[in-house]
């Protein structure tokens, strides 16, 4: 079972208005498009391996914004569906590498239709063995 991190009272929140998913090269991957401050293409990458190494490096999730500058693997405490948009839950060193707040919504009032496909390719990444992500059956 699931258990995602209390959601904190101040959340900074980005509404996707893109949204690409990969499965191949033995990866999946999910990348979220939307406008932040100062950067109107902003995306964030959420990568990780379809098939358990066992090695805890290799099996941590990887998330990189614009570049490989704006990166991080294994820093993600919990990204959770609630309600019906993602909430993202990072380390403190996670957020400094991707120049996020530890604590990050990513709404979908602009391409609510993206929302379920973005659930969906989380569930299959929890499903590798993901811990982290809480999709509680919101598809």
Same mark, same amino acid.
């Given at each position: 079972?699931?258990?995602?991190?209390?959601?904190?009272?101040?959340?900074? &929140?980005?509404?996707?208005?893109? !949204?690409?998913?990969?499965?191949?090269?033995?990866? /999946?991957? @999910? +990348? =979220?498009?939307?406008?932040?401050?100062?950067?109107?293409?902003?995306?964030?990458?959420?990568?990780?391996?379809?098939?358990?190494?066992?090695?805890?490096?290799?099996?941590?999730?990887?998330?990189?914004?614009?570049?490989?500058?704006? &990166?991080?693997?294994?820093?993600? !405490?919990?990204?959770?569906?609630?309600?019906?948009? /993602?909430? @993202? +839950? =990072?380390?403190?060193?996670?957020?400094?590498?991707?120049?996020?707040?530890?604590?990050?919504?990513?709404?979908?009032?602009?391409?609510?239709?993206?929302?379920?496909?973005?659930?969906?390719?989380?569930?299959?990444?929890?499903?590798?063995?993901?811990?982290?992500?809480?999709?509680?059956?919101?598809?």
């Amino acid at each position: 079972m699931n258990h995602a991190a209390p959601e904190p009272a101040v959340t900074t &929140a980005f509404d996707v208005v893109e !949204l690409f998913v990969g499965d191949d090269d033995g990866m /999946l991957w @999910l +990348t =979220l498009g939307f406008a932040s401050l100062g950067e109107p293409l902003d995306v964030l990458h959420i990568v990780c391996g379809k098939t358990p190494t066992g090695i805890l490096e290799e099996d941590a999730l990887y998330l990189e914004r614009t570049s490989q500058d704006l &990166a991080c693997s294994g820093e993600v !405490l919990a990204l959770a569906v609630r309600g019906n948009c /993602l909430a @993202l +839950t =990072l380390t403190p060193e996670g957020a400094g590498a991707l120049e996020l707040p530890e604590h990050t919504r990513f709404t979908f009032k602009a391409q609510p239709a993206l929302f379920s496909e973005a659930v969906g390719l989380l569930a299959q990444m929890a499903a590798v063995g993901h811990a982290c992500i809480a999709t509680n059956g919101g598809l």
